[in-house]
């Protein structure tokens, strides 16, 4: 008869069908039924927290849940910190370990539940008569609620008898929320403003994306007459790139940024605003009227001066329609912009004065040579600014950060796995520092395994930890700490079979041109170690570094 293992993972298949994952103890019975007895795809990771990331990241760029497991235990607690960012940062998954016996622990066990607790995710016990239905039930939850979730089987419990596999139910997922009678008055209240306006500005944020919104944000801002941008999750979120600003906060581009800053009538879509993105206050005029569009309870910055609690569609689409009643003129202050001087990113020479690469010469150098069909992942730290100010990207879910949302570093090598299994068309590009490359350094030979010649990772190497030389550095705290050894990963990554390459000037650059015109299944995964100088602060960091002084 089917055990509790079989129950599971036919659950899991036949709503999930990519698992990441280490096998250990806990969740070897597992491994064996999904790969046996389901068409699930597994694809192992080298670290705990890899399974979790993997997962992650594939859920932002395909909009499908995953599944991560692990083994009870350290395998478990390795992955907190990648399921602590994805709480943080709202990603349906569940992850599937080994727990203690039902008897009661062992010396070796640790309160799984609390633990999990602790960093906001709720764990679902499997037990031999419910495993199925639990299953679907903690699916069901992490949709629902766009939250990770912990599924638990106890030590004792994967290959005791389970009976015949039940039928499955789907899952029950919430409708959209529909705007209250207070929110249409709020509505219709913004459509007069915007109607209003001279100088409107929509602003847009992953919510909108996740909401399928685009169209209809489109729509509205023809409407309104209104330019457009987004926050750095958002990129790509308006189907016409012709009146967008790209990126806001301290990604965007001055000029860009001056004319936000000049806006009467600012609407944000989807968009939590965060202190990145306002600017830490400095984003908007303070005459600027800024209404709020999204599905938490209340607004999420206290510069709303209204709140519209509602699906980011279904309130843009209203949007659009009472602003096209209301407003008739055919020209707007949106028709008479540069918008690609706008746009322009500030660009040095080559070499910054230490004779090391200027990060934002190579970046933009790199914008211009990358594929064009490609999902960019990004791990944390100081150079996340340069692939967000220099790379065009064509959607929300082909530029994803895991671990922006818990601030944290070492999520990059296994982002690429994720994503590799989400778009399986696409060249998947990292992004990351040499801190967090070395944090994450178990997974490389997982995004080379993974990816192979759709694989390219970008490390800017400017031995250090960036972020703490601008802020503490500058303030004289004593910077050993901060410094790393010069590491050479162009080495590393062809110790793992990738093909490495050192760039300290912009003519090593020729080799990523080449790679990029070879067919994929003849080309390797290519690592290129960027010998960047850390003298050059990203205009994010400076605003941090006022921040915090």
């Known amino acids: 008869m089917p055990t509790v293992s079989a129950h599971v993972a036919a659950a899991l298949a036949r709503h999930i069908d990519q698992v990441f994952g280490l096998m250990g103890n806990g969740n070897a019975y597992l491994l064996d039924a999904l790969l046996r007895d389901t068409d699930a795809t597994f694809t192992a990771v080298r670290h705990e927290v890899g399974a979790v990331v993997a ?212 609407v944000a879509i989807g968009a939590s605003l965060s202190p990145f993105t306002m600017r830490f206050g400095e984003l908007l005029d303070p005459s600027a009227r800024l209404i709020q569009v999204d599905i938490a309870p209340t607004a999420t910055h206290p510069r709303v001066g209204e709140y519209i609690r509602g699906d980011a569609r279904v309130v843009a689409e209203l949007l659009a329609d009472e602003v096209a009643a209301l407003r008739d003129a055919p020209g707007t202050w949106r028709d008479s912009l540069d918008m690609a001087a706008l746009r322009r990113q500030e660009v040095d020479g080559e070499l910054a004065p230490d004779g090391r690469l200027d990060p934002r010469a190579v970046a933009a150098r790199i914008g211009e040579l990358l594929p064009e069909n490609r999902v960019v992942v990004s791990d944390g730290g100081h150079f996340i600014a340069w692939a967000n100010m220099f790379w065009p990207v064509a959607s929300p879910g082909r ?94 990554g062809r110790a793992v079979g990738a093909e490495g390459v050192v760039v300290e000037r912009l003519a090593d650059l020729e080799r990523l041109a080449s790679w990029a015109a070879e067919p994929v299944d003849q080309r390797p995964f290519l690592v290129l170690d960027l010998r960047i100088s850390g003298d050059v602060i990203a205009p994010y960091q400076h605003e941090v570094i006022r921040v915090n002084s």
């Open 55 to 266: 997962a992650d990241a594939h859920f932002r760029v395909s909009g499908r849940i995953a599944a991560a497991t692990t083994t009870y235990g350290a395998g478990f607690t390795n992955t907190l910190t990648a399921l602590a960012e994805s709480a943080q940062a709202r990603i349906p998954l569940v992850l599937v370990v080994g727990d203690q016996p039902t008897p009661g622990p062992r010396p070796w066990d640790v309160d799984q539940i609390a633990l999990a607790s602790a960093v906001g995710v709720r764990t679902y016990t499997v037990g031999r008569l419910d495993a199925a239905a639990t299953t679907v039930i903690a699916i069901e939850h992490a949709l629902a609620n766009r939250t990770p979730v912990v599924l638990a089987l106890p030590y004792d419990t994967p290959t005791l008898d389970a009976g015949p596999l039940p039928e499955l139910p789907e899952p029950r997922l919430p409708q959209p929320v529909a705007p209250s009678a207070d929110a249409r008055a709020a509505i219709s209240r913004a459509a007069q403003a915007l109607a209003d306006a001279e100088r409107p500005v929509l602003l847009a944020g992953r919510g909108a994306w996740l909401a399928g919104a685009g169209d209809a944000l489109g729509r509205l801002a023809d409407a309104a007459g209104a330019v457009t941008a987004s926050t750095a999750l958002g990129r790509g979120v308006f189907p016409d790139a012709s009146h967008d600003l790209g990126v806001t906060g301290g990604f965007g581009a001055p000029g860009a940024m001056e004319l936000v800053h000049g806006a009467d009538v600012v």
């Open 399 to 492: 530029m994803v950060m895991v671990g922006t949302a818990f601030q944290s570093i070492g999520l990059g090598w296994p982002s690429v796995a994720g994503a590799a299994q989400a778009d399986p068309d696409a060249t998947i590009v990292l992004t990351t520092g040499d801190g967090g490359g070395l944090m994450a350094i178990a997974d490389l030979e997982t995004a080379v395994r993974s990816a192979g010649g759709r694989g390219l990772a970008v490390v800017w190497n400017d031995a250090a930890y960036g972020a703490e030389v601008n802020l503490y550095g500058l303030k004289g705290l004593h910077d050993g700490p901060m410094r790393i050894p010069q590491v050479d990963f162009a080495a590393f």
